[in-house]
């Protein structure tokens, strides 16, 4: 896999040792387009323990199941932040590891090893839990090849996935202390004076409520100490610093929102209308308050659409906790199950100006353009 100039990962073949067995076009999702789906049922849900719900994206729906799956010795896999602020796919056995899965990561997630490892632990008769996109989730079923009644997959409303290169371009601006700092989650080699140590990353901050969540970043300053050869990282230099913005503030969470840097496949997605093969797609039960005013929850509901029977059996244990609803006041609000989004005319000139420009002044910039734009379309 090589990144292309956007910061998106493309598969190369090695031509010297291919052998011409077509395999990898056999198991790529974007080679074999399945049919439509509805779901069989779909559902609202909220975890019953009110620090997990607030800790998490939505309602707390991912760390119902999960915590179910560890608890009968199984295996979850997510979407982590690595030591560099990169986000890739990792698995863990324990309940207390499952807080670096929870919350959403708006950023292509690097798969790494993980359907391998998938493989292994169901060929061991673990009992796995997968939680990925959609054309994660279609891509692992074709790398497996065969059904298992041990592996529960999990995808979710997906808006589209932004670029890890302007992930890295916004984190490396918004450090920025007039040096070129590098930035660790835990005191990697330095390679400046300072380094940031990024403590903590959330996208989904719920602060000032669900629907007005807010990104927030936590990092210390430091510096190196010991053997100069080895660069070693001192303990924290100074007290925390916090980076806080809403939606409607921080700047990448903007971008993502409008569509400005999300991989060009995402605009004609392959996998919507519930074609990944997934057990189970959850989300934000957006609209919940005009739908169904008794579940409103101001701390966050998730939706569960079903679309498996291997998916209704495993539900079935939280039966009490689920309150069945109708798919169509689900979708609503949530027309990305179904539909891309389109493709802003803005893009290609926000790739030629990343990092020429501060971010910020590119995505406001940006969102001006399109808005122009669309008004010079529609007054035509």
Same mark, same amino acid.
């Given at each position: 896999?090589?990144?292309?100039?956007?910061?998106?990962?493309?598969?190369?073949?090695?031509?010297?040792?291919?052998?011409?067995?077509?395999?990898?076009?056999?198991?790529?999702?974007?080679?074999?387009?399945?049919?439509?789906? +509805?779901?069989?049922?779909?559902?609202? =849900?909220?975890?019953?323990?009110?620090?997990?719900?607030?800790?998490?994206?939505?309602?707390?729906?991912?760390?119902? =199941?999960?915590?179910?799956?560890?608890?009968?010795?199984?295996?979850?896999?997510?979407?982590?932040?690595?030591?560099?602020?990169?986000?890739?796919?990792?698995?863990?056995?324990?309940?207390? *590891?499952?807080?670096?899965?929870?919350?959403? %990561?708006?950023?292509?997630?690097?798969?790494?090893?993980?359907?391998?490892?998938?493989?292994?632990?169901?060929?061991?008769? %673990?009992?796995?839990?997968?939680?990925? @996109?959609?054309?994660?989730?279609?891509? =692992?079923?074709?790398?497996?090849?065969?059904?298992?009644?041990?592996?529960?997959?999990?995808?979710?409303?997906?808006? $589209?996935?932004?670029?890890?290169?302007?992930?890295?371009?916004?984190?490396?601006? @918004?450090?920025? @202390?007039?040096? %070129? !700092?590098?930035?660790?989650?835990?005191?990697?080699?330095?390679?400046?004076?300072? !380094?940031?140590?990024?403590?903590?990353?959330?996208?989904? +901050?719920?602060?000032?409520?669900?629907?007005?969540?807010?990104?927030?970043?936590?990092?210390?300053?430091?510096?190196?100490?010991?053997?100069?050869?080895?660069?070693?990282?001192?303990?924290?230099?100074? @007290?925390?610093?916090?980076?806080?913005?809403?939606?409607?503030?921080?700047?990448?969470? /903007? $971008?993502?929102?409008? *569509?400005?840097? =999300?991989?060009?496949?995402?605009?004609?997605?392959?996998?919507? $209308?519930?074609?990944?093969?997934?057990?189970?797609?959850?989300?934000?039960?957006?609209?919940?308050?005009?739908?169904?005013?008794?579940?409103? *929850?101001?701390?966050?509901?998730?939706?569960?659409?079903?679309?498996?029977?291997?998916?209704?059996?495993?539900?079935?244990?939280?039966?009490?906790?689920?309150?069945?609803?109708?798919?169509?006041?689900?979708?609503?609000?949530?027309?990305?199950?179904?539909?891309?989004?389109?493709?802003?005319?803005? /893009? /290609?000139?926000?790739?030629?100006?990343?990092? %020429?420009?501060?971010?910020?002044?590119?995505?406001?910039?940006?969102?001006?353009?399109?808005?122009?734009?669309?008004?010079?379309?529609? +007054?035509?």
């Amino acid at each position: 896999m090589v990144e292309d100039q956007e910061g998106f990962w493309y598969p190369v073949v090695d031509k010297n040792c291919c052998v011409n067995c077509g395999l990898c076009e056999r198991v790529c999702p974007q080679k074999n387009i399945t049919t439509n789906r +509805n779901p069989l049922r779909t559902f609202a =849900l909220k975890h019953l323990d009110e620090r997990v719900q607030l800790s998490s994206s939505s309602g707390g729906a991912f760390s119902v =199941l999960a915590e179910n799956i560890i608890s009968e010795g199984g295996i979850v896999f997510g979407a982590v932040f690595d030591k560099n602020g990169a986000v890739i796919h990792d698995n863990v056995d324990n309940i207390k *590891d499952l807080s670096k899965l929870r919350m959403s %990561k708006y950023v292509q997630s690097k798969i790494g090893d993980s359907f391998k490892n998938v493989e292994f632990f169901l060929k061991e008769g %673990k009992t796995v839990l997968f939680v990925g @996109t959609p054309c994660q989730i279609h891509g =692992l079923k074709l790398y497996l090849r065969k059904d298992y009644q041990n592996l529960l997959c999990v995808d979710f409303i997906c808006h $589209g996935v932004p670029s890890p290169k302007v992930w890295r371009q916004y984190l490396r601006e @918004t450090l920025s @202390t007039g040096e %070129k !700092n590098s930035v660790s989650f835990f005191c990697s080699p330095r390679i400046s004076k300072r !380094n940031v140590l990024v403590k903590d990353i959330q996208f989904r +901050n719920k602060s000032l409520g669900w629907k007005k969540f807010s990104f927030v970043l936590h990092y210390n300053l430091a510096e190196p100490t010991g053997d100069s050869e080895k660069n070693i990282v001192s303990s924290p230099l100074d @007290t925390e610093h916090t980076v806080s913005e809403t939606l409607y503030e921080n700047p990448y969470l /903007r $971008g993502f929102i409008h *569509d400005l840097y =999300l991989r060009p496949s995402c605009y004609e997605c392959r996998n919507k $209308g519930f074609r990944s093969g997934s057990d189970i797609t959850m989300g934000d039960f957006w609209g919940v308050e005009e739908s169904y005013p008794e579940l409103y *929850d101001a701390n966050g509901v998730s939706c569960l659409m079903v679309n498996t029977k291997h998916g209704l059996q495993f539900l079935s244990k939280f039966e009490k906790q689920l309150q069945e609803v109708d798919y169509l006041k689900v979708l609503e609000y949530n027309p990305s199950i179904e539909k891309p989004v389109k493709c802003p005319p803005f /893009r /290609r000139l926000f790739f030629r100006v990343l990092g %020429k420009i501060p971010f910020r002044y590119i995505v406001l910039g940006g969102l001006i353009y399109n808005k122009i734009f669309r008004f010079l379309n529609v +007054n035509k």
